[in-house]
Structures are given as structure tokens and as C-alpha cells.
């Protein structure tokens, strides 16, 4: 059914009498009879059907329009918008209540490609579903996620997604709209670097546990809202994934690098330089603000972990890890340093181990969980990806190692008696309870500076496990399977060029390639495929820096914190 309707002029001049002469103004057109382009202006009327009471409801009128044409071409919108509901009634009503609801709002018609849309979804046409409320719908359908997936993306979308996004209608998001999100990102990130350089301790205390987002975990922001769009466009309720459009800086891993004597040196020096630098700036600041009670020096640790590195990603030799290892001695949780250490477990991973998943017997370990924390939160999950669920063969030292850390335990539950927690962790507080994952990294730096070592993470071990079996003579394919690595992509492009004698080593080869016997020098057989055993640099003291004097230079510092 057509709506009826019509287009006509009229202006605002009155009569003798006072009366509008609307559309009877003898002025609207000119002496030929053609309509006057200087008075007046263009209008147009359209029947709507009745409400949904049955009541009769008043024509559709808009003006002020330049010329016909526009007239006519809104006209045309809005019987194409009643036209939609096609011989559906109601639709037709709830067409017509949104025309007259939007036009008295914004003085515009209904877009009709968003009116289909809706129709054709089955969403209510007065109101709009928002990116907040598509998100948390989204979401709740993806029911095979993995338990940590499943955190990223609550955490992606009630930190970031829906604090900047959630009120948006899911039609109208646009490219700036995303891009305004991460640039309050980049303001958040400066404003937490200012306040760890700061001394003023109540700018601190608002970004107390905050971590700068990094590229990649923007990169990783994005992917989640690009995952739920995606869907939105297969379910048809939007026409494009806008966030397939915003472009970010890379978030490519930062390249690993070992810590050699040059760099060490030079990282002594910054060290040194950092730690007078913030000492000079605390002291300027207590005597400018005495009322904050500033301390004059900051800690040895915290000047030992915030100096710059020369990658985000560094690596000890065979010797620097063998040193580390030689302080840990002892600690109670040496076994679980030694456990990242030789065999690439990730930290979540020692964290959530079991006594349970371990066959000391016969040298195997399965990984079947891992504990994640967040802030103050930790949360008990399946490993990061399918290859990561493995079993793994432990070296004769690494199963003597666990047995001993066995018996200390016992010896911790009957010290602790009735305040034990069974949990069945390898390990554990003393008193039972398993490590939080960030104590375990505290207690990893502490220890590091006291053994006078250059910095890393305690994830670095784990790259170092797998540049330990390179540097052995262990093909790429065992580093993958010991690590768990989901691809040998991932692992080639990680491990190849960290050590430098593997970067030597394979000079080496290809010379004597391209030269012969000339330049062939001996070679030793590479050890098959299968269950390896320590890196030789650590456990026989092979590395090439055991040959030249242990390399690394003096202790840091004695851990004593000066303030």
C-alpha cells in the first residue's frame, strides 16, 4: 500500500484581513506561472497509517525546503521507510511511531538502510543496541573459550571497551570513536610513567598496581573488539568491522638479546647513573615538599630493576644462569627456579604444577593447569594454548631437585601443624596455600641483584632453557616440544640468534661450506631428537665463558635498602 502524499509552496505573508495566505500567496509564482525562486519555500505532506490503538494519526508535514526536488526526494525517503514493512501491519505502525518519535528529536528522518536492518534482525526499531550491551552478548555466547581467553576478554572489555565505547549505538561506532579509546590509553600509560618518577606519593598511590599497556596488549585490545564485530557482521547488524580499519603501532614481541660483557658494563653504568639521578631528584623534591615525607634515597632493588635495559627481553649466559642458580641455593623455592630454569616452564605454569602431575619415578611431568594473577587476584586455569597441555621428561639433576624440595615441605607441615592448607601444590607457602605468581617474581629479583647479576624477568629463564638446548646441539623441533610452543615458527623466530656462539657457530658453518676442508673444522655429533638432558653450559660447565674465567664482572650491590 502506497502512503499518500503530496508536495506544495507556500510562504508566510498575510492578507489585508491578517490571515496566512500559505500556499494561495500570489507572489510564490511569477507572471508566466512559473514558481517564483526568491519566495517562499517548499513542503510536503504524507498520510501515516493509524496508531496501534486504531486512532487516527496526523499527516506527516516538513518544511522548509529550498525547492521541490528536496521536497519531493524526503517525501520519497519516507514512503520507502513505510514501504519496508511491506504487508506487516504492525511493523508498519512501529515504522510509522518511529518517524514521528525520531523527526520530533533530531528534525530528521530514520535512516532506512538501519530501519532494514533492524527488521530484518528483529530488533526493536525506537531504541539501538549499544557496543556495551552487544559486547556482554557476545561474549556470553562464546561458550568453548578457554578460561584465561575468557579473563583477557572480560578484562579487554570492562577496562577498556566499555568505559569509552559501552554507550555508543553499535551502528554508529566509527573509526574515531576507537581512536579516542586508545588515546586515553597513551594518557593513562604518560600518566603512570610520571607518577613512578615522581617522589609525590599521593600520585603514586592512584596508579599503585597499574601497568602501562604495552603495543601488543593494545594490539590485543583491538582483537577483541574486531572478534565481536565480526560476528555483529555475519549476524548483519552492522554493515563493516570498523576496528578492522584502525591502525596501531606493531605490537611485535621486542627481539631477545643475551647479556653480554659490553652490555652488562654499560648497564653498570646506567645503573649507577640512575640511582644517583633519582636520589639527587628525591632529595630536591623533600626539601621543596617536606610535608610528604620523601624519602632521600630510593631502595637498591627498585633503582636495580627500573634502570633502562638494552631490550625488554634479556637472557644470562650459561654462566650468569649457573651463578643465579649458586645464590638461590637454599631459598625454599630453589626447586621452582631450577624447574623454569632448565626445563622453559612459563611462571603460571611452576605455580599451578601438582604433586599429582608428577611421576618423579620415572622422570615425567604433565602440564595440566597453570595460576594467572591480576592486580591482587590470581585465578587457576588451563595452560595458554592446546600445545602447552604436554608432558615433559626431567633430567636426573631437575628429579633430585624436586624430591629434595619434597622433603622440606613435609618438613614445613609438620612445623605448621594444624594451620596446613592440603592443596596438593608443589609449590607452596609455609603453609600450604600455592605461591602467588608475582611473589615468586619479587623473591626472583631479589635474589638476582644479590647475586650480582644483571637484570631479567623471571620469564627469561624460560627463553634461556631454550637457548641452553641450542647451544647443546638440540634441533629447533625439541626447543618447540620442550617449551610447548604452539608453532616451529614461533620458536625459530624467538631462539635462533640470542646466544652469540650459536651466532658464531653457524658463521662457522657456512664458511666451512663455501671453503671446504680448508676452513672445515671438527664437529661434534648432535645429540638425537628425544629426551635431552641440561644445557652442558650449566650442568658440565662447558660454555665458552667457563672457559675464559666466569664472565659478569662484581655484584650490584649488597640488597639493602638505603631508603
Known sequence: MVAQGSTLKSCGCRGQDGKLLGKNCPKLRRGDGRWSSTHGTWRYQLELPPTAAGTRRAPLRRGGFSSQDQAADELRQARELLAIAGNDETARVQIADLIVATVRAVKELPDPEEVRRKIR??????????????????????KALRDGTRRS?????????????????????RVRDIDRLFDAIDERNQLIARARETVDLHLRAKVKGQRVVSSATKQRIRA?????????????????????????PSGKAPKALVWTDERITQWRADFETHTATTNARRRRQARLEPHKRIGTNVSRLTAYISTPRPSPVMVWTPALTRRFLERARGHRLYAQFHLIAFRGLRRGESCGLRWADLDLDNGTMTIRWQITQ????????????????????????????????????NTER??????????????????????????????????SME????????????????????????????????????????????????LPQLARQSAEDAAAIVLGNQRRRPTRPHPKPGRPTQARGIARGGSE????GDRGGTAVGSGEATG
Open 224 to 248: 577483541t573488539l574486531r572478534s565481536a564485530l565480526s560476528k555483529a557482521v555475519r549476524e548483519r547488524l552492522i554493515d563493516i568491522n570498523i576496528a578492522a580499519l584502525v591502525e596501531l
Open 374 to 409: 591480576n592486580g591482587t587476584q590470581t585465578f587457576e586455569g588451563k595452560p595458554k594454548t592446546d600445545a602447552g597441555e604436554a608432558t615433559i621428561n626431567l633430567d636426573t639433576t631437575t628429579v633430585q631437585e624436586l624430591r629434595a624440595h619434597k622433603a622440606r615441605q
Open 121 to 142: 534482525t528483529g530488533q526493536e526499531l525506537d531504541r539501538s543496541v549499544t557496543v556495551g550491551e552487544y559486547l556482554d552478548a557476545w561474549l556470553a555466547g562464546r
Open 451 to 498: 647475586a650480582g647479576l644483571p637484570p631479567i624477568r623471571l620469564h627469561d629463564l624460560r627463553h634461556g632453557a631454550a637457548t641452553f638446548l641450542l647451544a647443546a646441539g638440540y634441533d629447533m623441533k625439541v626447543v618447540q616440544q620442550t617449551l610447548r610452543l604452539s608453532s616451529l615458527t614461533i620458536a625459530a623466530d624467538i631462539y635462533t640468534s640470542v
Open 153 to 173: 576478554y572480560t578484562d579487554h572489555i570492562r577496562l577498556y571497551l566499555k568505559p569509552h565505547l559501552g554507550h555508543i549505538p553499535l551502528e554508529r561506532l
Open 414 to 447: 609438620l612445623t605448621a601443624g594444624d594451620t596446613w592448607t592440603q592443596t596438593g601444590y608443589v609449590f607452596t607457602t609455609p603453609t600450604g596455600t600455592p605461591v602467588e605468581p608475582n611473589d615468586v617474581s619479587d623473591q626472583f629479583e631479589q635474589l
Open 545 to 548: 665463558e667457563d672457559q675464559h
